[in-house]
């Protein structure tokens, strides 16, 4: 009977019968289904639909209707993020408190950090902690984890509940798979890809480094997009094979500039989306998100249409969410009302029919969810001493396998000699070689594995972090044992974050006690707090650009070709652990 209600009172309104609850007047309608600017156009809004678009006013307004003025104004569907991690660093309230008064209604995110963290049951909070927000936060199903049980250990998120997961309305499809997995055929992907083709819903895909006939195999077995080219080219392939491509544009990567010629070289936009893959705080604080997006697409090229249908009406499509993405009877009142067409200069913000953003500011403070104090003691691992850290060796000395930082996020393999003391192998700053240890967190006694990274830089001291792709345990790099002990009994003592020590002093520190992954404090503290941490690394030596991302990456396994796991050194390619002592 309610939906029956429904439909009569838009019905209603739509003919001019019954008053609206909202009424925007006299905005420019940014026609995102034609690719037209409609002048001089009304919108009324009744029960969080809209209800009628046009010049009409005849019947809309009563005295409990409200009127939104919008002239020299445009209106536009709320923005859509299509590929996100809002389940590490920031709570989603916390996230949404900065992007909706941007323009950013809707986002789709993953949950595979908060599965290898805390499994299960922390999925089922995260998604609790996207309830009941000023966004409308749609969840991808983690897919393997870890991507490689053989040779690293998480919580995991078996297939019971993925089974319950995927069946939710609110979840979408299957989150990010690595495509070596799938062609693999590993047993876990193919039962999970079936489950998913069965229900209809989008597997999606992560394909860097696929081309050709493996790429083929890829979207053959159901994969339907990818935020992984970074080049024209590469998205060209896939949009040629029928994937989708989100244009990744954030924190971790920016290809924007790199694909933007794409536009150049196919009729059809519609497979093509913005994506931040992650926002970080600052991004998050002092660019937005989805509207800064829009800025960056004007500028390579893409007409302000096309880069505002990237937002909105192409990821509402492809997800099959037929109620979102344009301004036209029936959707979901998410109107986002801006200023200058090239600048998008947002001015307020509605979402499901209610006013929530005016002039870069929510109306009211979002709920925030209370994670319970299991989320706060999710590390099994009590206590780590210096003899954890040696690297047992009675020569003089040693030729080892290195982990050497190729990049940001791509590391190689290398050889190096190291000269051993009292029967174990130190750290050599002065060659750049520095020790590091991947320790499960899940373990109440030490489970580790040694390795030597190259290109870091540290003169002294150690970091240690729980933030780490794909598993979240614990990973230390430093220059003495001691040291690295001292930083990852700070880590345990706050219960997960990022901890930069000297001796014994701790130096700066950005504590993520929610499942060692997360922090209930505000964007500006922890947008602080990643720069204390990264200035307090500079400060002991370290060269590379950007220690946050780096040092997340060094364990993660989705990416060639050296990376060292909780069981030992990993050769990515040829999916075998190699000695550490060559």
């Known amino acids: 009977m309610e939906g029956q209600r429904t439909v009569r009172r838009l019905i209603e309104v739509a003919l001019g019968e019954g008053p609206a609850d909202l009424v925007v007047i006299g905005g420019t309608l940014v026609n995102v289904c034609t690719g037209e600017l409609q002048e001089g156009v009304n919108l009324a809004i009744a029960e969080g639909r809209i209800a009628y678009v046009g010049e009409e006013l005849r019947g809309l307004v009563s005295e409990e209707t409200r009127v939104l003025k919008a002239h020299g104004l445009f209106l536009a569907p709320g923005f859509i993020d299509p590929h996100c991690h809002l389940d590490s660093i920031y709570q989603v309230a916390e996230y949404a408190r900065w992007v909706v008064p941007r323009g950013t209604t809707t986002a789709v995110t993953e949950a595979a950090a908060m599965a290898n963290a805390a499994g299960p049951q922390g999925v089922k909070w995260f998604v609790e ?21 053989e040779f690293e250990s998480s919580k995991g998120f078996p297939y019971e509940a993925f089974e319950e997961l995927i069946s939710q309305g609110r979840c979408l499809g299957l989150g990010e798979t690595y495509w070596p997995r799938v062609l693999d055929r590993d047993p876990r992907a193919m039962e999970r890809y079936a489950e998913v083709l069965r229900l209809g819903k989008r597997l999606e895909g992560h394909s860097a480094g696929a081309r050709g006939r493996r790429l083929q195999a890829y979207v053959a077995a159901g994969t339907s997009s990818c935020h992984e080219a970074t080049h024209w080219e590469e998205a060209l392939e896939r949009l040629r094979l029928g994937m989708a491509v989100m244009i990744r544009e954030g924190y971790i990567r920016r290809e924007l500039q790199a694909v933007a010629p794409v536009r150049e070289a196919v009729k059809d936009l519609r497979g093509l989306m913005l994506c931040t893959d992650f926002a970080d705080p600052e991004m998050v604080m002092e660019s937005g998100c989805m509207d800064e997006l829009v800025r960056r697409a004007i500028a390579c090229g893409f007409t302000p249409m096309e880069a505002l249908q990237m937002v909105t009406i192409n990821p509402a499509t492809y997800f099959g969410l037929r109620d ?61 001493r210096p003899s954890d850290f040696l ?15 190729a990049s940001e996020t791509i590391t190689r393999a290398a050889e190096a000699v190291l000269k051993a003391s009292g029967g174990n192998i130190p750290s050599d700053p002065g060659q750049d070689l520095l020790k590091m240890a991947h320790i499960s967190k899940h373990s109440p006694e030490p489970r580790l594995a040694l390795g030597f990274v190259k290109g870091i830089g540290l003169r ?123």
């Open 391 to 405: 690297v047992p060796y009675h020569g003089q000395e040693a030729r080892v396998k290195v982990m050497e930082v």
């Open 129 to 149: 902690d996207t309830e009941g927000l000023p966004l409308r936060v749609f969840v991808l199903s983690p897919s393997m984890v870890p991507p490689f049980p």
């Open 324 to 384: 979102l993405g344009a301004l036209a009877p029936n959707r979901r009142a998410d109107v986002v009302l801006f200023e200058d067409l090239e600048r998008i200069r947002v001015k307020a913000v509605i979402k499901d029919g209610e006013l929530v953003a005016e002039d870069g500011r929510l109306l009211e403070e979002p709920p925030r969810y209370n994670y319970p104090p299991e989320a706060y003691r999710t590390f099994a691992l009590k206590e780590v």
């Open 460 to 582: 002294e001291g150690a970091v240690a972090t729980s933030l780490i792709w794909d598993t979240n345990n614990i990973l230390v790099v430093g220059v003495t044992e001691e040291e690295m002990a001292f930083a990852v009994q700070r880590l345990l003592e706050h219960q997960g974050g990022l901890f930069v020590v000297r001796g014994k002093e701790l130096l700066a520190s950005l504590p993520l006690p929610i499942c060692g992954i997360i922090s209930p404090r505000p964007m500006e503290e922890l947008a602080r707090g990643i720069r204390d941490v990264e200035r307090a690394c500079y400060d002991l030596g370290c060269k590379i650009p950007r220690p946050f991302l780096t040092l997340q990456t060094l364990p993660f396994t989705g990416l060639p070709f050296l990376r060292l796991t909780d069981q030992g050194l990993l050769d990515v390619r040829q999916r075998s652990l190699v000695e550490l002592i060559a």
